[in-house]
T-cell receptor, first 110, second 112 residues
Framework: ELKVEQNPLFLSMQEGKNYTIYCNYS?????LYWYRQDPGKSLESLFV?????AVKQEGRLMASLDTKARLSTLHITAAVHDLSATYFC??????????FGTGTSLTVIP | NAGVMQNPRHLVRRRGQEARLRCSPM?????VYWYRQLPEEGLKFMVY????????ESGMPKERFSAEFPKEGPSILRIQQVVRGDSAAYFC??????????FGSGTRLTVV
């Protein structure tokens, strides 16, 4: 079974600071996704990464993918309170399942 | 486009009762997926369906759980004789093909 690990599990950071969330996965995958989930809400798609070296940016978030290392990163630049949420990475294989990481709970403090 | 619609949003059942969760996929989407999220955990795959067919149910518990996606109407996830451990958020997702999920808002099941 494909395994997905995220770290850290919990992240408390001050506004204005930068930080990176890491996502490792165990076997070859053709797609990697990043989602955001607010408490009691559904998952909001942030990024889909399809190839080695892919980099996507949206506002203060930037995601990258290294398929050889089986690693994706989600970099947060100059954090603001609105970014407080839980972030999940997910990997899909040639089948139809998504395998989710355990999530990173991010709290941005003033 | 109303997105993926799930109902009810919240469901409370006593132990031993049945729970029925509904999911209407986005218009034009013929692939439906069910996931379960336990508190403070990621989502775990349960089942993948296309119209009138179960394609992959490898994540479904062997007993008490069943799913269907009839020719007409929503997909249904059915849990019989619920137990406390079934308390979770159940998310449905749909896609037009094997790519590009859209998640619904989820049904939060509480078993008392």
């Amino acid at each position: 079974e494909l395994k997905v690990e995220q770290n850290p599990l919990f992240l408390s950071m001050q506004e204005g600071k930068n930080y990176t969330i890491y996502c490792n996965y165990s076997t070859t995958s053709d797609r990697l996704y990043w989602y955001r989930q607010d408490p009691g809400k559904s998952l909001e798609s942030l990024f889909v990464l399809l190839s080695n070296g892919a980099v996507k940016q949206e506002g203060r978030l930037m995601a990258s993918l290294d398929t050889k290392a089986r690693l994706s990163t989600l970099h947060i630049t100059a954090a603001v309170h609105d970014l407080s949420a839980t972030y999940f990475c997910a990997v899909s294989n040639t089948g139809n399942q998504f395998y989710f990481g355990t999530g990173t709970s991010l709290t941005v403090i003033p | 486009n109303a997105g993926v619609m799930q109902n009810p949003r919240h469901l409370v059942r006593r132990r031993g009762q049945e729970a029925r969760l509904r999911c209407s996929p986005m218009k034009g989407h013929s692939h439906v997926y069910w996931y379960r999220q336990l508190p403070e955990e990621g989502l775990k795959f349960m089942v993948y369906l296309q119209k009138e067919n179960i394609i992959d149910e490898s994540g479904m518990p062997k007993e008490r759980f069943s799913a269907e996606f009839p020719k007409e109407g929503p997909s249904i996830l059915r849990i019989q004789q619920v137990v406390r451990g079934d308390s979770a958020a159940y998310f449905c997702a749909s896609s037009p093909f094997n790519y590009g999920y859209t998640f619904g808002s989820g049904t939060r099941l509480t078993v008392v």
